[in-house]
């Protein structure tokens, strides 16, 4: 299988502070990562794309200077939600994409991390 | 216009019931479609795909109409380990990210 992880599972912090998230694939090299955030009831919002080596691509809306991604391995990518407010308060999700050659290449999950900003 | 849209649920059913999930997207040249189920607090799951000669998988089944744009997941003899959200899922273009519905609640009481 593929396995993805994510930390921490789930951070509680002040307004104001910044906070990183770090996405690791665990058995194999991902040369893109998605980064999603949900908010409650709501669906999975794709924020950006992440390619290993490269800039991220932010999708419309979502402030490339105040979430703050790094792809510096194949095998690990991180979110920093800089001076972070209630309002960024969400569900954070990663995925890896595992590329195999002459396949649809599926993305794994990490299980979240749930930010809390008071 | 949103890409993917989902029955605005919650559906409350008794076991052994049927239940049926519908979808549409509006990329009319979207190339892979997906169920993915999630639990309350985790991470999404992927349930099957949606193939356009439909398929199933035990008692789920899945079906696709590319004319419709629409898509679809049917529980037979639901079981109340079936109370989940459920996802439908896009993919546009390959190599690029899957796009979520905003999710359906099945509940299954007993």
């Known amino acids: 299988g593929a396995v993805v992880s994510q930390h921490p599972s789930w951070v509680i912090c002040k307004s104001g502070t910044s906070v990183k998230i770090e996405c690791r694939s665990l058995?194999?090299?991902?040369?893109?990562m998605f980064w999603y955030r949900q908010f409650p009831k709501q669906s999975l919002m794709l924020m950006a794309t992440s390619n290993e080596g490269s800039k991220a691509t932010y999708e419309q809306g979502v402030e490339k200077d105040k979430f703050l991604i790094n792809h510096a391995s194949l095998t690990l990518s991180t979110l920093t939600v800089t001076s972070a407010h209630p309002e960024d308060s969400s569900f954070y999700i990663c995925s890896a994409r595992k590329f195999v050659a002459g396949t649809y290449n599926e993305q794994f999950f990490g299980p979240g991390t749930r930010l809390t900003v008071l | 216009r949103k890409e993917v849209e989902q029955d605005p649920g919650p559906f409350n059913v008794p076991e052994g019931a049927t239940v049926a999930f519908n979808c549409t997207y509006s990329n009319s040249a979207s190339q892979s479609f997906f169920w993915y189920r999630q639990d309350c607090r985790k991470e999404p799951k992927l349930l099957m795909s949606?193939?356009?000669s439909g398929n199933e998988d035990g008692r789920f089944t899945a079906q696709l109409n590319r004319a419709s744009q629409y898509i679809s997941l049917l529980i037979r003899d639901s079981k109340l380990s079936d109370s989940a959200t459920y996802l439908c899922?896009?993919?546009?273009?390959?190599?690029?990210?899957?796009?979520f519905g905003k999710g359906t609640t099945l509940s299954v009481s007993s």
């Open positions: 949606v193939y356009s």
């Open positions: 058995d194999f090299q991902a040369t893109t």
């Open positions: 899922v896009v993919l546009f273009q390959a190599g690029t990210a899957l796009i």
